[in-house]
C-alpha cells in the first residue's frame, strides 16, 4: 500500500461501512452495527474509542502489513464491545533487525514521516518509532451560506512506540509495549456552523505486557493493559458567533486483564478457556458561556468493572471435513448483574475447494460510562444474530458468499431531539456479502465485493418527537456497497494498482423535529504506484477519490476531495 489513510483501507472491507466527521473523528460500522459495537484493535490491543469513535491519524498506513476483520459477534473472546464484529490492524514485523522511515506530502498542506528502528540482542529485541502528521485541512463544516468564507480546519498529530520482547527460552516470551497519541484538531461548531478558532485536543496512552507459553498445542497467556485518554474541546477568543467561552474536558482510565489456557485433550479436540477482568473510571467538566448566560456541568468520578469468564471447545472429526465450535461466556457486571452468552458454529468441508459455514450467537453489551454520564436509567443491549455462507478456493481463485441476521432489544442510540442516549425498542438487520479474488497471473491480480445491508429500526419518531415509528433503515449505513480492484507489477521494481468503491444512499438525521436527510449515493477513484529505485529507497505517488467527488458521510460535514501524496521510503 501507498500512503493511502486508514480510513480509506477500511473502505474497501466488505460489511464494513465509514463515517467521517471532517479529518477528526471517524466510526466504523460492521454489518448495520451501531460504531460502538466494532472492536478495533492495533496489533491485538484496543486502540482509541471506547465510545466509538476513532483517531486513525495516529496510525501510518505505510506500515499495515494487512487487515483482520472478523464479521458477525465477537463477544466470547473479545467481551461485549465486539457485539458486531473485531477489526485487527496488523502491522509490519518489527522483530528483525531493521530501519525504515516514511516522508510525504500531498494535498491540503499535508505533512507525513515517520522513523522505526527495530533490533536483536541475544534473546532480547526491541522496537521503537515516532511519527508526526499536520494538514492545514478543508472545513469541517458544510457552508450552505454561498459566501464560501468557511476557514480550513487542520490537525497536527505527534506518536511514539516502543516494544520488547524477551524469549526466556523456546516456550516462554514475555512481550511489553506502550505506545502515545497526541492529536490537536481546529474544529467547526457543528453542522453547517463555521468556527475560526475552537480547538480539540486528545492524548492517549497504551502501557501493558503480553507473557505467552506454547508448546506444541498447548497455550498459555496472561495480559494485562493500562488506557488512559484525556480530551478538550475548547473555545475560549473573539469569534463569537455561537458561544461566548466554551470548555468541555474528558478524562477517562481504563484497566484490563486477560489470562486464557488452550490445550488439545484429545486428536479432535481444542479446548480454550479463559477470564478477564475489565475497570473503567470517567470523569467530565463542561462550563459555557452564552447568550442565554453560564452554565456548569460537572459529572463527578465514577466508575465501572465486569468480570467473566469464558470457554470454547473446537471439534472436528478424523477426516477434518467437519468443525464445530462451541462457545460460552458469563459475565459479571457490578451494576447489571450476571448474563450469559454462547456461540455454536459449525462448518464442513465438501473437498478441497468448496466450504460451508454457519453460525447462531448470542450478544450483551452494557451501556458505556460516557452513555450513564448522559442517562442512568439506560438497560444494556441484546441481540441474537446467525449467518450462513459458502467459500470456494482454488490456486488463483477465491469466491466467498454470506447472509447474516441480527435483532438487537434495547439497542442505545443518541437522541437528537433533546441530546441524550435512549433506549429503542428494536433494530432488525440482514444482509449479503460477496467476494471475490483472481489472481490472474504472476502480473495481474483482481478483487471485486459487493455488500447488501437491510435495516429497519423501530424508534422515537425524529419529527414528531412523540410517537414511535419503525424506520426502514438505518442512519449513516448504506444499503449497497461494490469495490473493485486491479493490482498490476509492471516489473520486479514497478508496481501499480486501481481501485473504485461504489457507495449507495444513505439517510442521516436531518435536525430538530425535521424529516431524515438522504445522502447521495457517489464512487471514489483510486490509484497507486510505486517504484523500488534500489534495495534502500522506494518512491511512491498516491491519488484518492481522483475524480474529485463532492459527498458527505455525516449529514452537515465535508468529506475529503482530490488527495494526491507523493513519497519516500527508506530501508
Do not use: C
Not at 471532517?22 to 466504523?28: A, L
Not at 458544510?142 to 468557511?150: E, Q, R, S
Not at 512481550?175 to 457543528?190: L, M, P, R, W
Amino acid at each position: 500500500q501507498g500512503d493511502v489513510t486508514v480510513q480509506s483501507l477500511l473502505r474497501q472491507i466488505p460489511g464494513v461501512a465509514v463515517s467521517s466527521a471532517g479529518s477528526s473523528f471517524t466510526e466504523v460500522r460492521i454489518r448495520g452495527g451501531e460504531a460502538n459495537h466494532t472492536l478495533v484493535l492495533v496489533d491485538g490491543v484496543p486502540a482509541t474509542g471506547g465510545d466509538g469513535n476513532y483517531i486513525f491519524s495516529g496510525l501510518s498506513a505505510t506500515e499495515i502489513e494487512r487487515i483482520e476483520v472478523m464479521r458477525g459477534p465477537q463477544t466470547i473472546f473479545f467481551g461485549p464491545s465486539a457485539s458486531s464484529g473485531v477489526i485487527n490492524i496488523i502491522t509490519k514485523n518489527k522483530s528483525v533487525p531493521n530501519f525504515s522511515a516514511d516522508i510525504s506530502t500531498g494535498s491540503y498542506g499535508t505533512r507525513k514521516m515517520n522513523a522505526q528502528h527495530s533490533s536483536t540482542i541475544g534473546k532480547l529485541n526491541y522496537a521503537i518509532g515516532f511519527g508526526n502528521e499536520s494538514a492545514k485541512g478543508f472545513s469541517s463544516a458544510t457552508d450552505l451560506t454561498g459566501k464560501n468564507n468557511f476557514d480550513n480546519d487542520g490537525y497536527r498529530n505527534n506518536n511514539w512506540f516502543a516494544n520488547i520482547n524477551y524469549a526466556f527460552n523456546q516456550n516462554w516470551n514475555l512481550k511489553a509495549f506502550t505506545q502515545q497519541t497526541s492529536y490537536n484538531a481546529d474544529i467547526d461548531y457543528g453542522t453547517f456552523k463555521d468556527d475560526k478558532d475552537e480547538k480539540f485536543n486528545n492524548a492517549t496512552k497504551f502501557t501493558g505486557f503480553i507473557l505467552k507459553y506454547k508448546k506444541e498445542k498447548t497455550v498459555f497467556q496472561l495480559q494485562y493493559q493500562l488506557s488512559t485518554q484525556d480530551r478538550q474541546y475548547k473555545n475560549d477568543s473573539v469569534d463569537k458567533t455561537y458561544t461566548i467561552f466554551e470548555d468541555n474536558q474528558y478524562a477517562g482510565k481504563s484497566h484490563f486483564a486477560d489470562a486464557f489456557f488452550s490445550k488439545a485433550i484429545s486428536k479432535n479436540m481444542q479446548w480454550i478457556t479463559g477470564v478477564d477482568f475489565r475497570y473503567g473510571s470517567y470523569h467530565q467538566t463542561y462550563v459555557s458561556i452564552s447568550k442565554w448566560g453560564p452554565y456548569n456541568d460537572n459529572f463527578k468520578d465514577t466508575f465501572q468493572y465486569q468480570t467473566a469468564l469464558y470457554s470454547s471447545l473446537l471439534i472436528n472429526d478424523a477426516s477434518n471435513k467437519w468443525l464445530l465450535e462451541l462457545g460460552g461466556r458469563n459475565n459479571k457486571h457490578n451494576r447489571y448483574g450476571s448474563n450469559q452468552t454462547f456461540t455454536i458454529s459449525p462448518s464442513y468441508k465438501l473437498n478441497a475447494n468448496i466450504r460451508f459455514m454457519a453460525s447462531a450467537s448470542t450478544g450483551y453489551k452494557a451501556p458505556s460510562l460516557y452513555q450513564l454520564s448522559y442517562n442512568e436509567k439506560l438497560k444494556p443491549e441484546e441481540s441474537f444474530n446467525t449467518e450462513i455462507g459458502m467459500e470456494y478456493k482454488t490456486n488463483p481463485l477465491f469466491i466467498r458468499a454470506v447472509y447474516y441476521n441480527r435483532t438487537i432489544e434495547n439497542g442505545i442510540d443518541y437522541n437528537y431531539i433533546d441530546y441524550n442516549f435512549f433506549n429503542y425498542i428494536q433494530q432488525k438487520v440482514n444482509g449479503l456479502e460477496l467476494e471475490f479474488n483472481w489472481k490472474a497471473n504472476e502480473k495481474n491480480n483482481f478483487s471485486a465485493n459487493y455488500t447488501l445491508m437491510n435495516g429497519q429500526e423501530t424508534n422515537q419518531n425524529r419529527v414528531t418527537t412523540k410517537d414511535t415509528i419503525t424506520y426502514n433503515y438505518l442512519l449513516k449505513r448504506p444499503k449497497n456497497t461494490a469495490g473493485i480492484q486491479w493490482t498490476y507489477e509492471v516489473s520486479p521494481k514497478l508496481n501499480f494498482s486501481m481501485a473504485a468503491r461504489y457507495i449507495g444512499k444513505r439517510y442521516d438525521v436531518g435536525g430538530y423535529a425535521a424529516a431524515d436527510v438522504s445522502l447521495k449515493s457517489y464512487t471514489l477513484l483510486n490509484a497507486h504506484i510505486q517504484y523500488k529505485l534500489n534495495k534502500h529507497i522506494l518512491l511512491y505517488a498516491d491519488g484518492q477519490n481522483l475524480a474529485n467527488a463532492v459527498f458527505q458521510e455525516i449529514n452537515g460535514y465535508n468529506t475529503m476531495g482530490r488527495m494526491l501524496m507523493i513519497g519516500l521510503r527508506l530501508k
